[in-house]
């Protein structure tokens, strides 16, 4: 009896560490060339396409951290090149050969659901007494004092990313991977660089 009830706990134990543990970004696969599998890249240039050159920089940064994590070379696009007007194919070639990169890894959000909660602040009164009678209310100073509103962020971000060979210029995989219910998106942005440097590794496109 001891040893079941002993099992029973830890089953319990591990199915709290699993729900605490659940990953917050699901990754659905959309393209894997058959051609390329069991192929796999040491050099990446990596270039999110994005309006913004701040979020830019921050992706790119997040996603190649990630990828020197697992020791994999990689280099950011955004010293070189400004998503936000466009990028030209021969541009990211360029770039691609300066760095000797054997792949190219391009990203770009999709989409975003940003939720705003916001939670009226309370007021408190509070009465000091100016002497005189305690119990006459206009011997009394008022003051109200009143906290700010709280406001909260849930960003649900969709990012679509592209893996191309640099030597033969074609797209060998796609994913499209969601980020929910984060406070920021510089959250996003880390969840989402490790999910997409996850999902490589699954797919032996890194070793």
């Not at 360029?94 to 309370?122: K, M, N, P, Q, Y």
């Not at 006459?136 to 008022?142: M, S």
């Not at 971000?157 to 210029?169: E, G, K, P, R």
């Not at 797209?171 to 660089?193: G, H, N, P, Y």
Request: hydrophobic share 40%; proline share 2%.
């Amino acid at each position: 009896m001891r040893n079941k009830i002993l099992i029973a706990g830890l089953c319990a134990v591990a199915l709290l560490l699993a729900t605490g543990c659940a990953r917050q970004v699901e990754v659905v696969k959309l393209y894997h060339d058959s051609a390329s599998v069991g192929k796999s890249y040491q050099r990446f240039l990596v270039l999110d396409i994005s309006s913004d050159p701040r979020r830019q920089q921050m992706f790119e940064d997040e996603i190649v951290s990630e990828l020197q994590r697992e020791r994999v070379e990689a280099f950011e696009s955004h010293p070189a090149l400004d998503a936000s007007d466009g990028v030209l194919q021969r541009e990211i070639d360029t770039l691609s050969e300066e760095f000797g990169a054997d792949a190219i890894l391009v990203t770009h959000i999709a989409a975003i659901d940003t939720r705003v909660d916001v939670e009226e602040g309370r007021e408190d009164i509070i009465s000091t007494c100016r002497h005189g009678d305690p119990f006459d209310y206009f011997l009394y100073d008022h003051e109200v004092l009143k906290e700010p509103d709280t406001v909260a962020f849930a960003h649900t971000v969709i990012v679509v990313s592209n893996l191309y060979d640099a030597a033969t210029q074609q797209r060998v995989w796609s994913i499209q991977s969601t980020c929910f219910d984060k406070a920021s998106m510089s959250e996003v942005l880390l969840d989402e660089s490790e999910a997409i440097v996850r999902q490589l590794k699954i797919d032996k496109l890194i070793k």
